[in-house]
């Protein structure tokens, strides 16, 4: 999800919505040629609002929830975990502003 700021500065309703489901599927054997403690992704839902605060300045807010299975720490059997993340960004060509 990658936005120009000629494309946030087209959005003419504020707060602009969006839902999106992002497949990790082609990553996963590339996670698991490393040392990492995922096992495996299920698809990641992402919810963006992008509010226009003025033609230089948006903030977008992103809502994610995934659901993973990781190793366990000591038995290294698969465990499943979900994370809800919130993340708050700011983007302006103003550099006061941010």
Do not use: R
């Not at 003025?54 to 995934?66: E, S």
Request: proline share 3%; net charge negative.
């Amino acid at each position: 999800m990658k936005w120009s700021v000629q494309q946030l500065q087209k959005i003419f309703k504020s707060p602009y919505e969006e839902d999106e489901v992002i497949d990790f599927c082609d990553y996963l054997d590339e996670l698991k040629n490393t040392e990492s403690d995922i096992l495996n992704v299920q698809p990641v839902n992402v919810h963006i609002s992008i509010f226009k605060l003025d033609m230089q300045t948006f903030k977008i807010d992103y809502v994610i929830h995934a659901d993973l299975e990781i190793a366990c720490a000591l038995t290294l059997e698969a465990v499943p975990y979900h994370m809800d993340i919130n993340v708050s960004e700011t983007y302006s060509t103003d550099c006061d502003e941010i």
